[in-house]
């Protein structure tokens, strides 16, 4: 996904069954989103209290259907060596799902300060990745 055209993100029983929980790299969603975006380093992150997708270095709040798919699948119960024991029969809220993400120049994704990791828009960041307070404490 290096264009600025939309992408759908299709969550499959592989993706669900092959996971890691609690691994942002690993989990259903990242592993989706590297297929459908071709960025391996696609991931999922809490920051500020929001889940956020990232994808190329940019930050999105999770579509609804992505939050309530990785809230229920962290919430399983664990086995003695603390991996996630998933149903036979994968209820609703751990089943495959769709959910779409914007192009990659969309307005709603948003960039990573250099200095000091808040989030901005791309607009707010100078050429080195710089907020305006990092700018000024330079």
Known sequence: MTTPTPVTVRVTAKHIRDSEPGDCYRCAVAKAMAVATGDTEAHVVERDWSLCVVVR??????????????????????????????????????????????????????????????????????????????????
């Open 57 to 138: 270095g940019r930050y999105l709040v999770a579509p609804w259907q992505a939050r309530r798919f990785i809230y229920a699948y962290d919430a399983l119960d664990r086995d003695a060596d603390g991996r996630v024991v998933l149903p036979a029969e994968l209820a609703e809220d751990l089943s495959p799902f769709d959910f779409d993400l914007p192009g990659l120049n969309d307005p709603a994704w948003q960039y990573e300060c250099y200095g000091c990791e808040a989030l901005f828009d791309p607009d707010d960041l100078d050429g080195a990745g710089c907020c305006p307070e990092c700018r000024e404490n330079r």
